[in-house]
């Protein structure tokens, strides 16, 4: 059966039916129509309510600009809320419900705040629910929370897969209407690379919702042509379902395909949305233009819509809105509408027209007056006019078209510094001031309104845009009428008169924000929320502004108007994310035994985007601890092995390479002898602790630096700046080599004859003592590093191969210590060693240390300039009573002494007054049977051996703890010197 | 925003990271004379401009070069790419 | 006029005709005791406070444009105390004790919203970093609270556990901190500000200072010279181009940060949360919008707009821990100038011109920080010394080493 409001022809295809449900009601409609179409063709014209006072809503556009008919879209985890019904695309199975009421959509029991307008003025809230103070969280926001906002999300995961792209061209063209595609046509046959870009999924703009033919042709036919010769050029990517959504800096525009909107689910391995970045030299602006609305007393009923809306749902749709339509009109193109659908066979109830000089039709009643107001509660019945004569008719229809003139469509002109002007002849603002770099604006985005006027702009812009020579293309004859319009923005007296449909913002409102002075053109929409719906303000920014300036005595453009801002559409966030979430959040970097230590069953932690192995648990231990506890008390009984790759290397050659290292650290390089290790220490230019390693002299003109895993970048970056930067003449080349070599620790008593058995070479203490290094060979030749440095205070070294053997390495490490029970240990047991040995690591390297704090003050060389030495001179930084890096240990050795607690004196005060320090590393010493941490205490290098209150307020400790050296273990630092 | 790279061409400003003035070249020297006041005021304090400014940026994602790029604050526009290792020399930088 | 239910009751039934304007339009006068230079929200409130609290007359604030048009009317609305360090905590605190008064005190509803802060955790030191502030809140008397994951999860059930790069293992809550309406507060403080006489000039730039033997005598603006016998200026990311005027350069880069709003949706975050590994943080409106944001784009600019890779960057750590967020549409962007300070935190304190006093270096932290801003500076103008709980914004504490650096960033404004 055909549906009630089906007409003939259009650009639908009546032999594909889909069926699809709305608030669970099943309908049919076809291939080619919107959500909204179809609903409009079986006569539902109810399908939504307002935000505020939640007013039944029908469509008020056939586009992308729609305010009021959004709906629920899709159910489970792919509902998509606020989904413009005009735009959604129909296929079969499509369900949809209508959103923001509290029982069904025709009685929805919120619509009482419609009785209740009058106390809900703009504003209103800012006047009362302030007593008692404490109901607004309570009472007052819950209730207010609880009735606004649209529709809902699933609050399920989005099942769907996101792409992004980058696409490059010569020539943007954003917009395929009778503008865009001769710009196209233009550019296209020229050679240039050429995107064209619609939001549409039907390329050709307005020429598919007009009758009026294009030389021999339809508009719609010469569209389609025109497309399919595009589309058959090599150098033309015709793009439609593509919404350009925002102008960015050098001619970069982001760009939303959407795939599978249009499908019940995405086809397999598609995603239902691409975000495309697309890099272009110069870019036309063919956006067209957008009807705007006139505001009378109870302008918003369902069935009052944008009469080229009207134009659209008849031509292209097939789809009267109802069979007996009104037009209120301020211009000749109302009378167009009147005139399609005359043609149409739907009755026109009358055109009223404010002009006295208004055109005639056989073919329907003109009448010179304004409609004052309307009825029907779910609908459009009937509309009130008064004639200019002050006489009273009452017109019969169930729907209204308006038309207000046209808005050229200037958003992205806007994007960046771009402020439109104003038009008398149009009575609208075009595009104006300085458009984003290589755009420029043609047809009626630029105010060319007529068709013939589009063609010709558009060929001309693409002509001027790529510099071409010659003749434009011969362009088809088209219709080429002037714009007739008298501004008549709202009638004279009229109070709840819709100018934001979705927000409720009505004339009053308007009215009520001058009386209370929020008159600039952003309090106005900041007060009222006049033009912050989902439109933007697309549909209602201009009649608020209209009215604004006849309040204030002053003209349109001297009220100004407000700043279009990206996105052009509103944009799913799912896109904007792109394949960046769950796993995928941040590529993963794995060392080069992660394979071996996946095989061992380890337990894997997040280090910056690394995962690092952090303890290697056997069969029966059951907490971390145990694992942990038995790593440390092995690798300090015997020996251990750890993968320290993920610490920076940067490789410094060149003959000044000592003279640059003095720049960068603060103690000196420049003696260090060839095959020797130092302990470095870096400053910022501001005097604070930037981060340590080593800096091993492999040759007289050769370091290798290492630097914690945290700041290997930031390190890199540093050091080539000041290479670049301030010392631009030293001879001194760096690279980082973080992943070019696998290095692994290998710590304790036992390391040494567990690397005897790899190491081509003599490596005892005589032949290569505590801080030697050297390029050596391992296995039989392969060329190895080996340092003698020490994280873990024990006899150690670190050996580094090409990052290809890194997993051959380790499994000679293991072999080779098999005989020694060597045990693999993760980053908690290198944290325990560090602790005990008491290293800083990143939580006191927190970038508000000085070298003072660190207890490594005297690094400081004053025999030369290095970056930072002078600034760390500050008096702030140089205080008595500084912080210093002490050890702690609880009184009670069953205590916890846990980071991130605060150090009280023992009998005085806990409060943030007398705070004396904090805890910055903590762990569990095996070794010494109880916890020990690192801290940094006031004057702390003199307060060893004081009982202190260790506090944590926030996680509930409160303990006994003696300050004590930061060396809990060895001391004297004999056992890496062995 | 797209950097003109004197080296690589255009480059995408994502692939870079900025750091600030390009002043911060002009590094006080303490062996002439500069005093602890200088380095407060080179570390410190900046002209912010509102438009033309030259600006360090390090091609990180690239070939680790820095570069002194001339730009807009207001406009974004950018009149002119270059090594900062040129401009260091040209202001008298060498050791 | 005293706004109220009742009065709204009143105006309803007899058409509205009652409401008078917010404040007046005046001319400029000749000569005023003290001039702030920026209608902001800090400017505004320091007029409020002057008039109020410091009973000073002879008031004006200057805006260039439209009052709360600046980083008020262009936030995210966040209003929180949880900071770490000494010369911090004390006065963010103070903040929230006056933003919990606000409305009864200028009889305007910002809807100061106490719904809680979130700050997600994801690492062993990351939860080190956090104890510490918490510690460091709750011994100066502020709210906090460690949140296991699963007490985060009743809140936020939709929250990515399951399949997080990053893990979360728990959250720092503050439970005061929350959202206001941005631009009430402005409205609020200069409607409280003008019915205690100061003079609110829209319209009106500063183009220069007239400055002699030292001494700061009033302002050259765009509507004639204005005498002052102080001069306030509080004017946020235009803060360097405004004190280039007095010859100044100041320790501060103007950067821009973005801002989001969703489509308005039925309520789904029921406080503010902020993704510890990447850029995010996200609450949502009372009318409905998600309203997140992330990092500053990170190079100095005075245009209020930013770019796609920020954009991207932001939607990518939302996706992270709220992957349900996918089917919600980005309804609008925008950008605001920060004033971001070498070490991250602000200065509220005198010039070494006579007469001439300086707020600013807000970064992005400014909102949060209005009421105690607004009162600071006018204790600062009216007294002559700076208030007891800003005794650390000087100018002078960068030459001194004396730096409030709450991130650990250094004298790099793009960091903090």
């Known amino acids: 059966m055909t549906p009630k409001n089906r007409l003939d022809g259009g650009q639908i295809d009546p032999a594909i039916t889909h069926e699809f449900r709305f608030d669970g009601k099943s309908y049919t409609g076809h291939a080619g129509d919107t959500l909204a179409s179809a609903l409009l063709a079986n006569g539902v014209r109810l399908m939504g309510r307002s935000f505020k006072y939640h007013r039944p809503r029908g469509v008020l556009t056939a586009g992308s600009e729609e305010p009021n008919a959004l709906v629920e879209l899709r159910s489970g985890a792919r509902q998509e809320p606020n989904t413009r019904a005009t735009t959604a695309e129909l296929f079969d199975g499509l369900v949809a419900k209508s959103q923001n009421r509290i029982g069904s959509l025709r009685f929805d029991l919120m619509a009482v705040n419609d009785r209740f307008s009058n106390f809900l003025t703009a504003g209103f809230y800012y006047k009362t629910f302030m007593w008692p103070a404490a109901f607004w969280e309570k009472i007052y926001e819950p209730i207010i929370r609880k009735a606004a906002g649209l529709g809902s999300l699933s609050l399920l995961d989005d099942p769907d897969v996101y792409d992004k792209g980058f696409l490059h061209c010569d020539l943007l063209i954003v917009g395929a209407g009778p503008a865009g595609l001769s710009a196209a046509l233009t550019a296209g046959r020229s050679g240039a690379d050429v995107i064209i870009a619609d939001e549409d999924f039907r390329m050709g703009g307005r020429l598919n919702s007009e009758t009026f033919s294009l030389g021999d042709q339809s508009g719609a036919d010469w569209a389609a042509a025109t497309v399919a010769e595009l589309a058959a050029l090599p150098n033309v990517r015709v793009m439609n379902r593509t919404t350009i959504i925002g102008a960015f800096d050098h001619g970069i525009y982001g760009a939303v395909e959407r795939v599978s909107d249009h499908l019940p689910t995405p086809l397999d391995g598609k995603p239902r949305q691409v975000l495309w970045r697309i890099y272009t030299k110069q870019t036309i602006l063919a956006a067209g233009a957008i009807e705007r609305p006139i505001a009378f007393e109870n302008n918003d009923r369902p069935g009052i819509m944008l009469a080229s809306a009207l134009r659209t749902y008849a031509n292209r749709y097939a789809v009267a809105a109802d069979r007996r339509v009104a037009i209120f009109t301020n211009n000749d193109d109302g009378h167009r509408t009147a005139a399609d659908l005359h043609a149409k066979g739907i009755k026109i109830a009358a055109v009223v027209d404010v002009r006295a000089d208004a055109p005639r039709s056989h073919d329907f009643e003109v009448l010179h007056g304004q409609v004052i107001d309307t009825k029907g509660r779910h609908g459009l019945t009937f509309a009130e006019v008064r004639l200019e004569s002050g006489d009273m008719r009452t017109l019969e229809c169930g729907a209204l078209g308006m038309a207000g003139g046209w808005n050229p469509n200037v958003h992205l002109t806007c994007h960046q510094r771009g402020r439109p002007a104003w038009n008398d002849a149009l009575a609208a603002f075009v595009p104006g001031g300085v458009l984003p770099v290589g755009m420029t604006v043609a047809g009626a985005a630029n105010g060319d309104m007529s068709t013939a006027g589009a063609l010709r702009g558009g060929a001309e812009a693409a002509k001027r845009a790529l510099g071409l020579k010659g003749k434009l293309p011969t362009l088809p004859e088209a219709e080429d009428a002037p714009v007739n319009i008298t501004p008549f923005w709202y009638v004279e007296g009229c109070s709840r008169a819709w100018l934001d449909q979705q927000n409720d913002v009505t004339v009053k409102d308007v009215k009520l924000s001058h009386q209370e002075g929020y008159r600039s053109v952003e309090h106005l929409k900041r007060y009222t929320t006049l033009g912050m719906a989902t439109d933007q303000g697309k549909t209602s920014n201009m009649g608020g502004l209209a009215i604004m300036a006849e309040l204030a005595g002053k003209s349109i453009p001297e009220v100004g108007t407000t700043i279009f801002r990206p996105p052009y559409t509103p944009t799913s966030i799912g896109v904007l994310g792109g394949r960046a979430r769950g796993q995928a959040f941040h590529p993963k970097r794995l060392t080069p035994s992660h394979t071996w230590a996946t095989e061992q069953g380890a337990i894997f932690v997040e280090v910056g985007n690394w995962l690092r192995a952090q303890w290697f648990p056997r069969a029966g231990e059951t907490t971390w601890r145990e694992s942990v506890d038995r790593e440390v008390l092995a690798t300090r009984k015997s020996v251990g092995v750890c993968d320290v790759t993920t610490l920076g290397k940067v490789d410094v050659q060149g003959t000044d390479a000592a003279e640059f290292l003095n720049k960068i650290y603060c103690n000196g390089f420049a003696k260090l002898a060839v095959g020797r290790t130092r302990y470095g220490l870096m400053l910022r230019e501001d005097g604070i602790a930037m981060d340590d390693g080593t800096a091993a002299r492999l040759a007289d003109d050769h370091f290798v630096v290492t630097t914690t895993t945290a700041n290997a970048l930031s390190v890199y970056r540093h050091m080539e700046f000041v290479r670049q930067c301030l010392y631009p003449d030293m001879d001194v080349q760096l690279i980082s080599t973080t992943e070019a070599w696998a290095q692994y620790a290998v710590a304790g008593p036992n390391s040494r004859k567990v690397l005897e058995k790899l190491v081509d070479g003599d490596i005892s203490n005589e032949a290569f003592p505590f801080m030697a290094c050297a390029n050596i060979t391992v296995c039989g030749g392969l060329r190895a590093r080996l340092f003698r440095i020490s994280f873990s205070g024990e006899l150690a070294y670190e050996i580094a191969v090409p990052t290809a053997y890194g997993d051959a390495l380790i499994r000679k490490i293991m072999e080779a210590g098999a005989e020694y029970d060597i045990t693999a240990y993760g980053t908690e047991a290198l944290g325990v060693m560090r602790i005990e040995k008491g290293h800083a690591a990143g939580n006191e390297l927190n970038g508000t240390t000085t070298a003072a704090n660190l207890g490594m003050g005297r690094m400081v060389s004053k025999a030369k300039d290095s970056i930072g030495s002078v600034l760390s001179e500050r008096e702030g930084l140089n205080r008595a009573d500084d912080l210093r890096q002490v050890g702690i240990k609880p009184v009670d050795p069953a205590d916890p002494v846990p980071a991130g607690a605060h150090l009280m004196k023992a009998d005085g005060p806990v409060d943030a007054a007398h705070d004396q320090g904090y805890v910055t590393s903590a762990c569990y010493s095996p070794n010494l049977g109880h916890s020990i941490a690192l801290g940094f205490l006031k004057d702390g290098a003199n307060r060893l051996g004081e009982r202190m209150r260790l506090v944590s307020p926030l996680t509930g400790v409160n303990v006994d703890v003696e300050i004590v050296s930061a060396h809990f273990i060895d001391p004297e630092g004999e056992r890496l010197r062995a | 925003m797209i950097i003109d790279h004197p080296l690589l061409g255009p480059r995408d400003s994502a692939e870079f990271t900025y750091k600030g003035d390009a002043r911060l070249i002009d590094r006080p020297d303490p062996e002439k004379g500069a005093t602890a006041h200088d380095f407060y005021d080179y570390g410190y304090l900046r002209d912010n401009p509102a438009g033309w400014h030259e600006e360090l940026w390090f091609h990180e994602a690239g070939d680790r070069s820095w570069l002194v790029v001339t730009r807009n604050t207001l406009t974004h526009e950018i009149s002119k790419v270059e090594l900062a290792r040129d401009v260091a020399r040209s202001r008298g930088r060498s050791k | ?416």
């Open chain 3, 1 to 416: 006029m005293r706004f109220s239910g009742l009065r709204v009751i009143k105006e309803a039934l007899t058409g509205h005709k009652g409401w008078t304007p917010a404040w007046r339009d005046p001319e400029p006068q000749a000569h005023y005791d003290i001039i702030i230079i920026g209608g902001g929200g800090h400017g505004l409130a320091t007029a409020y406070y002057l008039a109020k609290e410091f009973k000073q007359k002879r008031i004006a604030v200057l805006e260039k444009g439209w009052i709360g048009g600046g980083n008020v009317g262009r936030n995210t609305t966040i209003i929180r105390s949880n900071y770490l360090l000494d010369g911090n905590e004390p006065f963010y605190e103070m903040s929230l004790k006056l933003w919990e008064g606000l409305e009864q005190d200028f009889n305007f509803n910002a809807m100061v919203s106490q719904r809680g802060i979130l700050n997600l955790i994801h690492s062993d030191a990351q939860r080190d970093a956090f104890i510490r502030r918490g510690n460091a809140m709750r011994l100066n008397g502020v709210d906090a609270e460690m949140l296991t994951t699963a007490q985060i999860k009743e809140r936020y059930p939709y929250l990515n556990t399951e399949d997080a790069r990053f893990p979360i293992k728990g959250g720092l809550a503050q439970h005061r901190g929350g959202t206001v309406r941005h631009d009430a507060v402005a409205w609020g403080y200069a409607r409280g500000a003008d019915s205690r006489g100061v003079d609110i000039i829209q319209n009106c730039e500063v183009t220069g200072f007239k400055i002699e033997n030292g001494k700061c005598l009033g302002v050259e603006t765009s509507r004639g010279f204005i005498g002052a016998t102080k001069v306030g200026c509080a004017v946020a990311g235009s803060s360097s181009r405004l004190m280039a005027h007095a010859n100044m350069r100041l320790p501060i880069e103007s950067h821009v940060l973005q801002a989001f709003v969703s489509e308005g949706l039925k309520p789904v975050m029921p406080g503010v949360v902020t993704f510890g590994a990447g850029h995010f943080y996200c609450s949502q409106s009372d009318k409905g919008g998600l309203v997140f944001g992330g990092d500053i784009d990170g190079y100095n600019t005075y245009a209020q707009r930013g770019n796609l890779p920020v954009v991207e960057d932001v939607c990518e750590g939302g996706m992270a821990i709220f992957p349900a967020f996918g089917r919600a549409r980005l309804l609008r962007m925008w950008g605001g100038i920060m004033d971001m300070s070498m070490d991250g935190s602000p200065i509220i304190d005198k010039t070494h011109i006579d007469g001439l006093y300086f707020n600013g270096g807000w970064c992005y932290g400014g909102f949060k920080a209005t009421p105690a801003s607004g009162m600071c500076f006018a204790h600062l103008l009216a007294r002559d010394a700076p208030h007891p709980n800003a005794t650390a914004y000087r100018f002078d504490r960068f030459e001194k080493g004396l730096m409030i650096d709450e991130k650990g960033m250094g004298n790099q404004p793009n960091l903090h």
